[in-house]
């Protein structure tokens, strides 16, 4: 993606996007509402009424239709899961616990019990990585945070399965480990630290 | 089940109303009564997250699961008691004995639910996520028995009341083709009329019994667990299992409200509303949808099949078409032009109707797979599922309830809303928009508080917004009041007319 040439795109994550989006059309749904209460005390003929209002519901079927058709043909495109992801240049295993992370480079074959790692490590900046995530205990999520806060890339870490999770640190810089299931009481305390290098 | 006269199978009689009528008030104090107190632990959870008060975790996650379950379950109930009510008293006949058994029930499991957080600290969410309970839990066993137990008993209450509701319909208006309204998608107009709250309660409550079985195998399996604790069940399974119940309960929370104001806004509007070829195609579509659309729960979970992950967020998608361009054209062609005085029942309706619109959009957003990966777990998804609920199916919940509180439930006596009704939907989007705000910061969900992310910048927003949230909250908790009291005179005061 030639993101340099479009600094404003680059910026615009998909929480901000979410957000823009909804905003617009909660707008206009308020708008809509508005305008349908202040121009009801007019009085139309109740079969020419619902004519019109029938009219423009074909048309709005039609129209959302090819909206959301669009929109899951390009967002299908873009799936975090196994067979969508890069080739990973360095994998890394990452156990979740009750409450804390167990994270080392390489992949294990130790049971998420047996592993033992660290609440810290470092990995390289703009490679492919694949977390590969288990728990030990009760479900938990391996969520990355970025130092501005942002939400980057998550996975469920469940008893029972590996997830598997490609990300490219985009920059070098601390990133923040965020345990984002509810576990237990501490929940809030499960954080971890990758440091991009 | 079959009593004497309701083998007639016709109209239901005046004495039979009067009870209903009786049953209906009962539920509708309940409901005011429980709302406002379930509220307030929300506003304890917010005013704790913005570090106003400052309690343990233990205490935190437990507030946190009796809110959650109350007022699921709350709502759910009063909406199948709403929906009943207006089955019973103008369509079919409904058994009192029934309706008052399953309303003794869900105050049983409520009771229950009350001990086991307050007193037990239950506090496991309202998912109960598998194996959560059962591992490193800071509660005693016993609450995490008595939860289960009530759940069970509040399943069972559902279960049995939305089984009698089909049956009953299907006796009068003759099988579950006819209850679907397949009549209407012949070439020629059905010989008898199908009234939509049929259709609409065939196509909630039978998803509703299927997930009301689901739950029941889910909550046997909790028993199993803590009598042998040596059990161990697969996580993925019981996590759709449950969130094939919750997923299904709430949604059909929404229709089931959807069904009354089909019913009632014709009478404020002079304009009949009735089924016709293309609601009939929109409420059989959304019947899929509700089945299939739950899988959006489960997007982060990348063991789940990569099918269902699609089903997921198609089922999610196409669900937003029959509900706007049936339900919400349906309301747009009831109010446009319509001269309408604008009381309280057809104003709470129509806003009700907005707010389910914009709960709606931000699910939309949610349930793309290359969104909710940016979104999931934060408070993005309480931002929409309270929309859909405060600002969605509550406003439904008080327009029937201004309906009923009239003398004769009609249109004519309907009050105007006052200004407890305005500060309770002021207070409610200013709530729900930190909420969003929230969520759109990526603020995760269910954290006690947000001072030990170790993200300073997340800390101080999410804390700020909480408190903001916190204000907003009691705004809409006086104004929730104030229309509780008015209501709640009416009711008591309504004299039930002689026989
Ligand atoms: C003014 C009214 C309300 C307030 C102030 C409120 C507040 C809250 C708060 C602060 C949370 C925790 C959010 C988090 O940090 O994860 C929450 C969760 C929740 N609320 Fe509400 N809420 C309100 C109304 C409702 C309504 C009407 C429903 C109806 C279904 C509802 C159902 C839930 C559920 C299911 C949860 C999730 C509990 C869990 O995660 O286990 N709330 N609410
Ligand atoms: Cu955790």
């Given amino acids: 993606m030639k993101t340099d040439l479009f600094p404003l795109l680059a910026a615009l994550t998909a929480q901000k996007f979410s957000g823009g989006i909804f905003l617009m059309a909660a707008l206009v749904v308020v708008g809509l509402t508005t305008y349908l209460i202040l121009t009801s005390r007019t009085r139309e003929e109740k079969y020419a009424a619902k004519k019109r209002v029938y009219g423009l519901r074909a048309r709005y079927f039609i129209g959302l239709s090819v909206i959301l058709l669009v929109a899951l043909v390009i967002s299908l495109r873009f799936l975090p899961y196994e067979r969508y992801q890069a080739k990973p240049d360095q994998t890394v295993t990452v156990v979740a616990m009750q409450w804390t992370w167990k994270m080392a480079a390489g992949s294990s074959d130790q049971t998420p019990l047996e592993f033992t790692g660290s609440n810290e490590i470092s990995l390289p900046a703009g490679k492919n990585i694949r977390f590969v995530v288990a728990s030990a205990d009760v479900n938990h999520n391996f969520a990355i945070y970025n130092s501005q806060g942002v939400l980057v890339a998550q996975t469920q870490a469940m008893p029972g399965y590996r997830n598997e999770l490609a990300y490219r640190f985009p920059e070098k810089g601390d990133y923040m480990v965020i345990c984002l299931e509810y576990c237990g009481g501490p929940h809030t305390i499960m954080t971890g630290k990758i440091h991009a290098l | 089940m079959r009593s004497e006269n309701s083998t007639i199978a016709d109209g239901p009689g005046l004495a039979d109303i009067q009870q209903h009528k009786k049953l209906m008030t009962v539920w509708s104090v309940t409901f005011l009564i429980l709302f406002p107190l379930l509220i307030v632990l929300g506003l304890l959870m917010r005013a704790n997250q913005g570090e106003v008060v400052k309690m343990e975790y233990s205490t935190f996650y437990s507030l946190m699961t009796l809110h959650g379950l109350g007022m699921a379950g709350t709502l759910f109930s009063i909406a199948y008691a709403a929906l009943s009510y207006l089955i019973a008293t103008r369509y079919v006949k409904l058994s009192v004995a029934l309706g008052t058994t399953v309303y003794f029930l869900v105050v049983a499991g409520v009771v229950g639910l009350a001990g086991a957080c307050l007193i037990g600290k239950f506090g496991a969410g309202w998912y109960l996520l598998y194996p959560l309970p059962f591992i490193g839990a800071s509660w005693p066993q016993w609450s995490t028995g008595l939860a289960t ?113 089909y019913v009632l806004f014709p ?150 809303a006052g200004a407890g009704f305005w500060l309770f939907v002021i207070g409610a989007y200013g709530f729900l928009a930190m909420f969003y705000l929230a969520g759109a910061n990526s603020i995760p969900r269910r954290f006690a508080d947000y001072a030990t992310m170790g993200l300073a910048s997340s800390h101080q927003i999410g804390a700020l917004l909480a408190q903001i949230a916190a204000a907003f909250v009691v705004l809409l908790l006086v104004g929730i009041l104030g229309v509780f009291w008015g209501l709640f005179v009416r009711l008591i005061a309504r004299r039930t007319p002689p026989l």
């Fill in chain 2, 149 to 261: 137990v009530s759940l069970l008993v509040l399943g069972a209450a559902w279960l049995v009341g939305s089984l009698h509701v089909v049956l009953a319909l299907s006796k009068k208006y003759g099988g579950f083709s006819r209850l679907m309204g397949w009549a209407y998608l012949g070439r020629q107009e059905p010989e008898s009329e199908l009234p939509p709250i049929a259709l609409i309660a065939t196509v909630s409550l039978i998803p509703g019994i299927l997930a009301f079985l689901t739950a029941a195998a889910f909550l046997i399996l909790f028993l199993l667990q803590l009598f042998e604790p040596s059990l161990s069940f697969n996580a993925l399974l019981l996590k759709n299992l449950l969130f094939f119940f919750g997923h299904t309960l709430v949604n059909i929370t929404i229709y089931l409200a959807v069904g009354w104001v």
């Fill in chain 2, 267 to 416: 009478e404020f509007s002079g304009r009949e509303w009735k089924l016709n070829r293309v609601t009939v195609y929109g409420w059989n579509a959304t019947f899929l949808f509700i089945l299939f659309a739950y899988f959006h729960h489960l997007y982060m979970d990348f063991a789940q099949p990569l099918s269902l992950q699609y089903i997921g967020q198609i089922a999610s998608y196409m669900s937003a078409i029959p509900a706007t361009a049936v339900t919400i054209f349906g309301i747009i062609a009831q109010v446009y032009h319509a001269e309408i005085r604008w009381t309280a029942t057809p104003l709470a309706f129509t806003l009700g109707g907005m707010g389910w619109v914009i709960g709606g959009v931000a699910a939309v957003v949610d349930s793309t797979i290359a969104i909710n990966k940016a979104l999931h777990n934060t408070l993005w998804v309480p931002a929409h599922f309270h929309t859909y609920m405060l600002a969605g199916v509550v406003l439904f919940i008080l327009g029937f309830l201004y309906y009923l509180a009239s003398p004769q439930e009609s249109a004519r006596e309907n009050t105007r």
